[in-house]
Every structure is written in C-alpha cells, then in structure tokens.
C-alpha cells in the first residue's frame, strides 16, 4: 500500500549543529507535504509545510525540501538546540487525510 | 486562542466497556480527523468529519468504533466492547475548509484496557 517511510530511526546531533531528517513518500499523487514534532506525552506539533509546486520552504531555524523527481523529503534544523530533541514525522496528504511515516527520534547532547 | 482540546487525557476501561473519547476543534475549523498511534509507532488515519457528516472514514475498523461531529458539541470517537488490542492513543486534530489546510493536533486520549 502507499506509505511514506524514514531512513534513519534515531539521530544523534550535538548541540549548535545542523540536523538533517529524511523522508521518502510513495504516493505521487500527493501535493501537501507537512513535518510535524512530537515530544513524549504530546500531541504532534506543526512545524513547516510546503506544496507541490515548491522546492523549498524556510522557516525559523527550519528549512524543508522537496524532491518529486525521487519523492524525497527532508528537514533540516540550523544550530539544533535542546528543545529540539523529539520524535520528527513527514506526512504526506493525498487528499483529506495525512500519511504518517514512522518518525525520526532526535537525541541532541551537549 | 484555545487549540485543539481532548479530554479525557487518561481512559482506563475494562474488556468490554465502552469508551468515549471527545475533541473540541480550534476556533474556527470545521474539519475534523481522528488518528491512532500505538508506542513507537506513527499515526494511523482513522476518520474524517465535518459537521454532521463523516467525509471519509475508511481508516475506522467497521465494528465496534463509531464518529460523530454533532451540530453543536465536540466531536465524539466511541469504541464499544473495548478489547486489549484496542489500548493506544487516540488524537484528534481540526483544520479549517479548504484544500491543503494544516491540521493542528490535541495532546490525545491514552486508552488503556485492563
């Protein structure tokens, strides 16, 4: 079936480094693509989105590209700070509804 | 600005009670979704609802689980005769009309069945 998937379950970044999470998708039909951060206990909290007809969206200390010719997502996190650390989802919307991967586990130490 | 609000936050049910699960949308979203996630895992689509219509809710198993999105009111997910399997979190999350919108999430129901 469609599924958006990660490549990498954890990811360890010293603090004041970048961080870089990754995101295939599957399903080429959809045009709204969101990551979301989800701390222990909370629920998933927006962090940037962008559409299909993007590339590239920047955010505060956040950037997010796409790339539709590998269905490709990433985030990437500029001076990663402690407050940082979470569990990171793509999510993909073929219409109405999000596709969920399986999230990234950021772990940021001093 | 209230956002996504769901309550209760902790739900113990025995095998074969019914468990209610309810969610108020942002100010001024219409839409509303309902997701699953077990430990480790992330969230699975369960319903689609706008009010007093469910749009789309081919992620909800067709026994025993049910969606309402009332006129007035919050939005109601119902799981009757619970069973173990049935044990996760469940959240909720509105958006407003509109092709594309963000959807912004509550901070979810833990079920657990004893």
């Known amino acids: 079936g469609e599924s958006v998937g990660l490549h990498l379950p954890t990811l360890s970044v010293q603090e004041g480094d970048n961080s870089i999470i990754n995101c295939a998708y599957s399903n080429s039909a959809s045009d709204y693509f969101i990551w979301y951060k989800q701390e222990s206990g909370k629920g998933p909290q927006f962090i940037i989105d962008i559409r299909s007809n993007m590339d590239k969206r920047q955010g505060q200390r956040v950037t997010v590209l796409l790339n539709k010719t590998v269905k490709h997502l990433s985030l990437q996190i500029a001076a990663t700070q402690p407050g940082d650390s979470a569990v990171y989802f793509c999510a993909e919307t073929p219409p109405d509804k999000l596709i969920f991967g399986t999230g990234t586990r950021l772990q940021v130490f001093p | 600005n209230a956002g996504v609000m769901q309550n209760p936050r902790h739900l113990v049910r025995r095998r074969g009670q019914e468990a209610r699960l309810r969610c108020s949308p942002m100010?001024?979203?219409?839409?509303v979704y309902w997701y699953r996630q077990l430990p480790e895992e992330g969230l699975k689509f369960m319903v689609y609802l706008q009010k007093e219509n469910i749009i789309d809710e081919s992620g909800m198993p067709k026994e025993r689980f049910s969606a309402e999105f009332p006129k007035e009111g919050p939005s109601i997910l119902r799981i009757q005769q619970v069973v173990r399997g049935d044990s996760a979190a469940y959240f909720c999350?509105?958006?407003?009309?509109?092709?594309?919108?963000?959807?912004?999430f509550g901070d979810g129901t833990r079920l657990s069945i004893l």
């Open positions: 100010k001024g979203h219409s839409h």
């Open positions: 999350a509105s958006s407003q009309a509109g092709r594309n919108q963000p959807q912004h």
